[in-house]
């Protein structure tokens, strides 16, 4: 069965521009994650889907979106870049909605904002 | 909110030695998971633990959830240096879908 894919792979955006992030799950998995990582904060909580609907939310600003489409795909969307965006994007799948269930991550999207 | 907070936060080995890392919860765990992370990669999930005294094994490595399920220790067996990387313990949030991470154990190895 193939994993959690993520395209592109890297990418190089200018200050104020937007971008989209596109993760495909594993086959059947409902249950989309996103995490963002940096050096000084680690791993942090975007948002999750689940059957189309965001079920949670982190304590990111409103400039970073997402949305799942009914074959479980998932984007997300971070309008009017910031340096301070610079980062790698992971997502992640898992079976059913919240937690604790295995979650399985995609090899991410290396983020640089010039 | 819960926190987890791993130590140590980096350790160097040499090949054949044994090795633990550990990871404290501020609040009891509901589910701990493990993972392991080469620098700018993915996560590879190694393995889950949701009752207190769990203890699951794959291949080298041991995991183990304590009774009181506020901490729980990772434990490789002699070390390779294909077990090098970030290892990352998540517990799950208060709410849907969230996983809380530790801030990592950086495992260097040295052949």
């Known amino acids: 069965k193939a994993g959690v894919t993520q395209t592109p792979r890297y990418l190089i955006k200018t200050r104020g521009q937007q971008v989209t992030l596109s993760c495909s799950p594993i086959?059947?998995?409902?249950?989309v994650s996103w995490y963002q990582q940096t050096p000084g904060q680690g791993l942090q909580f975007l948002f999750e889907?689940?059957?189309?609907?965001?079920?949670n939310k982190g304590n990111f600003p409103g400039r970073f979106s997402g949305r799942q489409f009914s074959n479980s795909r998932s984007e997300m969307n971070v309008s009017t870049l910031e340096l301070g965006d610079s980062a790698l994007y992971l997502c992640?799948?898992?079976?059913?909605?919240?937690?604790?269930?295995?979650?399985?991550f995609g090899p991410g999207t290396r983020l640089t904002v010039t | 909110s819960q926190e987890l907070e791993q130590s140590p936060q980096s350790l160097i080995v040499q090949e054949g030695k044994n090795l633990t890392i550990n990871c404290t919860s501020s609040?009891?765990?509901?589910?701990l998971y493990w993972y392991k992370q080469k620098y700018g990669e993915g996560l590879i999930f190694l393995m889950m633990?949701?009752?207190?005294?769990e203890e699951k094994s794959h291949e080298k490595i041991t995991a183990k959830l304590d009774e009181k399920k506020q901490q729980s220790s990772l434990h490789i067996t002699a070390s390779q240096p294909s077990h090098a990387g970030i290892y990352l313990c998540?517990?799950?949030?208060?709410?849907?879908?969230?996983?809380?991470f530790g801030q990592g154990t950086i495992l260097t190895v040295h052949p």
């Open positions: 992640a799948s898992s079976l059913i909605a919240g937690g604790p269930g295995e979650q399985y």
């Open positions: 889907y689940f059957s189309e609907t965001q079920r």
């Open positions: 086959s059947g998995h409902r249950s």
């Open positions: 633990l949701q009752k207190g005294g």
């Open positions: 609040k009891t765990l509901y589910g």
């Open positions: 998540g517990g799950p949030g208060t709410s849907y879908g969230k996983l809380t």
